[in-house]
């Protein structure tokens, strides 16, 4: 089943300028947590948010968490061409397994 | 480490035919994770495995689909028979815990 939901579906934007991905839950969480995948490749974890935190910085990422809400939101400042991938919420759910949004296609225009 | 290992990397078949996935874990990770991902229904999970034993095949789509662990440093999924609609990436993926995953690359299969 599929718990996250990303939204939007596709972003297409300047390089240079900032991308926000947001992600919907519908359970508790213990954590949620943020994949890239570019074309052709596997997902690469970018960072895992606790259900505890608010807010979580890696280099130009800043995920922000509010389970009042049960949202989530990726912020990539200052993009780049290399940015361009599909990007993936999971949250953990029953049995401990991932449960996976459909992801937010990102754009980067040169 | 040279990370999660999958093979081949792409596979062609015909209808009817055996295939058989391959997917080499990180060494020292207790869980492996087996996805599936098409355009219509994203990310899948099919099965997932901790310390060589299967734990949930709930994503299994059918009795055409089974997974192996022999060991912990490598796991089969195979399709017998195959469908066109099997059609996919299929992933490996394997972790330490119940926490961060990591993908293999992927096979890309094709089953006309």
């Known amino acids: 089943s599929q718990q996250g939901e990303e939204d939007p579906q596709a972003l297409s934007i300047q390089e240079g300028e900032n991308a926000t991905m947001n992600c919907s839950y519908k359970?508790?969480?213990?954590?949620l947590q943020w994949y890239r995948q570019n074309s052709g490749r596997g997902l690469v974890h970018l960072i895992l948010i606790r259900s505890n935190e608010r807010e979580k910085h890696s280099g130009r990422l800043r995920v922000t968490l509010d389970t009042s809400k049960k949202s989530s939101s990726l912020l990539i400042t200052a993009s780049r061409a290399a940015d361009t991938a599909s990007y993936f919420c999971?949250?953990?759910?029953?049995?401990?397994?991932?449960?996976w949004g459909a992801g937010t296609k990102l754009i980067i225009k040169p | 480490d040279a990370g999660v290992i999958q093979s081949p990397r792409h596979e062609v078949t015909e209808m009817g035919q055996e295939v058989t996935l391959r997917c080499k874990p990180i060494s020292g990770h207790d869980y492996l994770f087996w996805y599936r991902q098409t355009m219509m229904r994203g990310l899948e999970l099919l099965i997932y495995?901790?310390?060589?034993?299967?734990?949930?095949d709930s994503g299994m789509p059918e009795d055409r689909f089974s997974a192996k662990m022999p060991n912990a440093s490598f796991s089969t999924l195979k399709i017998q028979p195959s469908e066109p609609r099997d059609s996919a990436v299929y992933f490996c993926?394997?972790?330490?815990?119940?926490?961060?995953?990591?993908f293999g690359a992927g096979t890309r299969l094709s089953v006309l």
């Open positions: 359970t508790s969480i213990n954590n």
């Open positions: 999971a949250t953990d759910g029953a049995n401990y397994q991932l449960i």
């Open positions: 495995f901790n310390n060589n034993v299967p734990i949930d």
């Open positions: 993926a394997s972790s330490l815990g119940l926490n961060i995953q990591y």
